[in-house]
């Protein structure tokens, strides 16, 4: 049962700590291609001179809002973003552009990356994309890349000085899933349950925090016998921030209590253990199968600084008391941290 204690404190800060990319990570997203010159950068998206709160169909403020520019801002901003959309898709290819423009720019303030959404349709005919400009923050960069090795998900972002474009992450949003599409056969509730269950280890295994309803989306995939489920995180500002350990489990989250108890009715504990093992197994398999990208990663994570110096001292503690490890109270940051978690959950499997 969760702690009411637990749950309590289990609240990201509420400011957190902008981390620019320092020059080894630049040099490791460059050998990768995720580092790439852009038209513009963020700061250019900040010219907007008018917005509008954003209601969506049933009458709700969504808390983004609608931004406009004068005529000189939209002639040099829209070209750049639908060229970036083809950078993301396309690799470039301009030839594929003359049938897309912008749409729609929205801004939300009250993410740590304060993200614009760009809306891009195809004119032929009219079926519309997003793509997302936001700051640039290293711990962020890390959680995009640890989701592309360690995750079934592959994820497409780029970047330049400190502006980071990520891709749409294709979903329906978990805080609306919970709410209206839980009551389904047991059949389909099992398989929901399953996939929370893994979902939750991969997070914990590589420090994803703050995975509460409304950060991940649901994947659903018709199959020859009834529906699969992938969760999906969609939002990485927590990447190895925070230095509670209970804040990198998405269980602890009251946002996500009816999964868990649903969990509950369908799983005993020896279910979970099989599921958690099955996907600690991938995790590592996935390593295997990238070792060098993984440990050059690793080389450039361990020297960087990517959460303060108290929180990490609180995680190390408490990580070093989970795994009964000494190992982590010798770690020097947060990106020791993590490289010491990761080896110590699939340590098995490695």
Not at 147 to 160: A, M
């Amino acid at each position: 049962m969760v702690n009411n204690e637990t749950l309590k404190s289990n609240v990201p800060s509420k400011k957190k700590l902008y981390y620019p990319i320092q020059l080894k990570l630049r040099e490791y997203l460059v050998k990768y291609g995720r580092e790439i010159k852009l038209p513009i950068q963020y700061t250019d998206m900040l010219r907007f001179n008018l917005e509008v709160p954003l209601i969506d169909k049933n009458g709700k403020d969504t808390l983004w809002k609608t931004v406009y520019y004068d005529e000189s801002n939209m002639r040099e901003l829209f070209p750049a973003l639908t060229y970036i959309y083809a950078l993301l898709t396309t690799d470039g290819d301009i030839a594929l552009m003359d049938n897309l423009s912008v749409a729609r720019i929205d801004f939300c303030a009250f993410g740590n990356s304060k993200p614009f959404r760009v809306r891009i349709i195809n004119r032929l005919n009219d079926n519309y994309d997003h793509f997302y400009v936001k700051v640039a923050d290293s711990s962020r960069v890390y959680g995009l890349e640890l989701e592309h090795i360690l995750s079934p998900n592959r994820i497409t972002y780029l970047t330049d000085k400190d502006t980071l474009i990520e891709e749409h992450i294709i979903g329906l949003p978990g805080d609306v899933f919970i709410e209206h599409h839980l009551d389904d056969i047991p059949f389909n509730q099992i398989r929901i349950s399953k996939e929370f269950v893994k979902f939750n280890e991969r997070c914990f295994v590589r420090l994803l925090g703050d995975m509460r309803a409304y950060n991940f989306v649901m994947d659903i995939t018709p199959d020859i016998e009834g529906l699969q489920y992938r969760i999906r995180a969609i939002d990485f500002d927590q990447q190895s921030y925070e230095g509670r350990k209970s804040f990198y489990l998405p269980h602890y989250f009251k946002e996500n209590n009816k999964l868990v108890f649903m969990g509950m009715k369908h799983m005993n504990h020896k279910t979970m253990s099989q599921y958690q093992e099955e996907e600690r197994t991938l995790m590592s398999n996935r390593i295997k199968s990238s070792s060098r990208r993984v440990n050059e990663l690793f080389s450039v994570l361990e020297t960087d600084e990517i959460s303060t110096p108290q929180k990490t001292e609180m995680l190390k503690k408490e990580l070093a008391d989970h795994h009964k490890r000494d190992t982590f109270l010798s770690c020097q940051n947060m990106g020791q941290v993590v490289i010491e978690h990761i080896t110590c959950c699939l340590a098995k499997k490695l």
